[in-house]
T-cell receptor, first 111, second 107 residues
Framework: DAGVIQSPRHEVTEMGQEVTLRCKPI?????LFWYRQTMMRGLELLIY????????DSGMPEDRFSAKMPNASFSTLKIQPSEPRDSAVYFC?????????FGSGTRLTVV | DQQVKQNSPSLSVQEGRISILNCDYT??????FLWYKKYPAEGPTFLIS?????DKNEDGRFTVFLNKSAKHLSLHIVPSQPGDSAVYFC??????FGAGTRLTVKP
């Protein structure tokens, strides 16, 4: 298995633009998580899905953020419009039971 | 609301010595904890876990201790090696992470 795959690895965009981050979880994992890592707050849980259904989105900072999981093998995190304070590394992780496997992350820079 | 706290942003130890990383949590309902290690430009990787039915779990050089009454856990690395230099995250229930502690092991 190739692990959790995130794309793109790096994204630089202008303020106001829409950004879409993508994640392919490990096959067979039934939970998927989106995290944001910043220097000040470490890893923050944004949202997680169980069997493709959003369970807890209380970590999503604003309405500008949205996440979807149309099927068991794909999820997106969208920011529209993006702002400079959204600059961070965004991680996706998938899980089956108690073990979690992380992707390599997407480094987002909004200028 | 930081339910999991790692109050030391950094730690530096000499190779061969013990590294002790600490983590505190506020929610007494948390019953499963994990430690992750993260290298630059990579995602966190699972290191070791502990369930609340135990107070200690050991895996090679890594031992995690859990003190439920104090809502505190710690990760011990003995002996520390330069390759252990990374950021270590404590997580409760696999979802709530601390801010991380950067460990530097000096040769």
């Amino acid at each position: 298995d190739a692990g959790v795959i995130q794309s793109p690895r790096h994204e630089v965009t202008e303020m106001g633009q829409e950004v879409t981050l993508r994640c392919k979880p490990i096959s067979g994992h039934n939970s998927l998580f989106w995290y944001r890592q910043t220097m000040m707050r470490g890893l923050e849980l944004l949202i997680y899905f169980n069997n493709n259904v959003p369970i807890d989105d209380s970590g999503m900072p604003e309405d500008r953020f949205s996440a979807k999981m149309p099927n068991a093998s794909f999820s997106t995190l969208k920011i529209q419009p993006s702002e400079p304070r959204d600059s961070a590394v965004y991680f996706c992780a998938s899980s089956q039971g108690n073990g979690y496997t992380f992707g390599s992350g997407t480094r987002l820079t909004v200028v | 609301d930081q339910q999991v706290k790692q109050n030391s942003p950094s730690l530096s130890v000499q190779e061969g010595r013990i590294s002790i990383l600490n983590c505190d949590y506020t929610n007494s309902m948390f019953d499963y904890f994990l430690w992750y290690k993260k290298y630059p430009a990579e995602g966190p990787t699972f290191l070791i876990s502990i369930s609340s039915i135990k107070d200690k779990n050991e895996d090679g050089r890594f031992t995690v201790f859990l003190n439920k009454s104090a809502k505190h856990l710690s990760l011990h690395i003995v002996p520390s090696q330069p390759g252990d230099s990374a950021v270590y995250f404590c997580a409760a229930m696999g979802m709530r992470f601390g801010a991380g502690t950067r460990l530097t092991v000096k040769p």
